[in-house]
């Protein structure tokens, strides 16, 4: 009922890219900070991304400055994460998260959550 869905992972080889979608049911986001975050077994859920909610603005972690691009429309109530020049280190399961109407990169500023998607960058 209460959902936010990701859509758009896979495999791909380093260098290449995918985009992420994160669409929500049950909920709106228009209002909201959104975010995408990133885990591993072996390593806990790290921010990776965020923007504010008119899209004005937007942060990233020092890693993926300069290939991944967050945008979203809050009419489609739908949050994108275009990733460009893909490393074997951004491979992880993506998950989108709703957070509050300030932005931050902590896992507890956060409400909502996706079941995540798996990408994989093969090396």
């Known amino acids: 009922q209460v959902q936010l869905v990701e859509s758009g992972g896979g495999m791909v080889q380093a260098g290449g890219s995918l985009r992420l979608s994160c669409a929500a049911s049950g909920l709106t986001f228009g209002t909201f900070h959104m975010g995408w975050f990133r885990q591993t077994p072996m390593k806990e859920r790290e921010f990776v991304a965020s923007i504010n909610w008119s899209g004005s603005r937007t942060y990233y972690i020092e890693s993926v400055k300069g290939r991944f691009t967050i945008s979203r429309d809050n009419a489609k109530n739908t949050v994108d994460l275009q990733m460009n020049n893909l490393k074997s280190e951004d491979t992880a399961v993506y998950y989108c998260?709703?957070?509050?109407?300030?932005?931050?990169?902590?896992?507890?500023?956060?409400?909502?959550w996706g079941q995540g998607i798996q990408v994989t960058v093969s090396s």
């Open positions: 998260a709703r957070g509050g109407v300030v932005g931050t990169s902590a896992l507890y500023g956060y409400d909502y």
